[in-house]
């Protein structure tokens, strides 16, 4: 959604002070320099990065128009849940939790929380370590190490897509120097045409330019900045279970190791305590 309010204002912006400075919107309008312009950063995008990276391009474009998953609901409803685990491992012991970790969809437990479900390397993370726990007796520093690897590697994975978007606005205000100077070799043909029919085409050229750097600084630049935003709130959860299930392996009550989760939290979607506490009550 604020993707979609800042690039509004983008545009009201800049054309509506172009047309209130006298500038005609149909000079604006040049198919030929969007073609080049934008076929050669698609083109360019594609040699540049894996498949994988295309789609989770895409995926995260989308997330940008319907808004992160990742808000102080979700970290409610994970520390909810790490908290459910733990006491349910503290009270009937760890073997007890095997059947929810192992089949977390048919869990009663993990069924409560569609959301977690649907964040599959999340969940993935959490049954993986707590099935660590209960199959081994790994020191606690051994284990937090391996999950701040871990964390590292995925937050390397998530901020990869951003950075291949920020690539190509990177390229852009090149690509729109390529279409203004292919317009000059146009214009070019028209020497013996007269000024005014020069001075079209000219225009025409100098727009290439104008989209390229509108279009790298305006858009794709701050829509790459959003992604990785919206990743660092994802590793944010991470860090957010890794923190909980540290502090339980070190003997701490459930109510207490989800203490040690929210804290780990951002300040600004981090639930208060009475508020998590609450929520927790009626879960």
């Given at each position: ?100 970790i192992d089949n977390p969809e048919s869990s009663q437990i993990f069924s409560r929380y569609p ?21 081994g007796n790994m020191a606690t520093h051994e284990l937090e190490g391996m999950m701040e690897n ?127 506490n609450d929520h927790v009550r009626s879960k």
């Open positions: 959604m604020l993707l979609i309010i800042g690039a509004v204002i983008v545009i009201a912006s800049v054309l509506g002070g172009y047309v209130l400075h006298g500038g005609n919107l149909l000079v604006l309008w040049q198919p030929t320099e969007i073609l080049i312009i934008g076929g050669a950063a698609v083109g360019s995008f594609i040699i540049a990065n894996p498949l994988h990276t295309i789609k989770e391009v895409a995926k995260g474009v989308l997330n940008q128009l319907t808004g992160s998953p990742y808000n102080k609901s979700f970290y409610m409803d994970l520390l909810s849940l790490m908290y459910e685990i733990f006491d349910k491992s503290r009270k009937q012991g760890v073997m007890a939790i095997e059947e929810d959301a977690i479900i649907k964040s599959k390397y999340l969940l993935a993370f959490i049954t993986d370590y707590l099935r660590i726990i209960s199959s871990e964390i590292e590697s995925r937050q390397h994975e998530l901020e990869e897509p951003a950075h291949a978007v920020n690539k190509i606005a990177d390229a852009l205000p090149g690509l729109g120097i390529v279409a203004a100077v292919l317009g000059i070799v146009i214009t070019m043909n028209f020497l013996s045409e007269g000024p005014e029919r020069i001075g079209l085409s000219v225009a025409a050229a100098l727009v290439g330019t104008f989209l390229g750097i509108w279009m790298g600084y305006g858009f794709v630049g701050p829509t790459s900045i959003a992604m990785e935003h919206t990743a660092k709130y994802e590793i944010k959860a991470y860090e957010c279970a890794k923190s909980a299930i540290v502090a339980t392996v070190s003997g701490q009550a459930p109510q207490m190791a989800i203490e040690f989760g929210r804290k780990a939290l951002p300040s600004d979607k981090r639930p208060g305590f009475q508020e998590l």
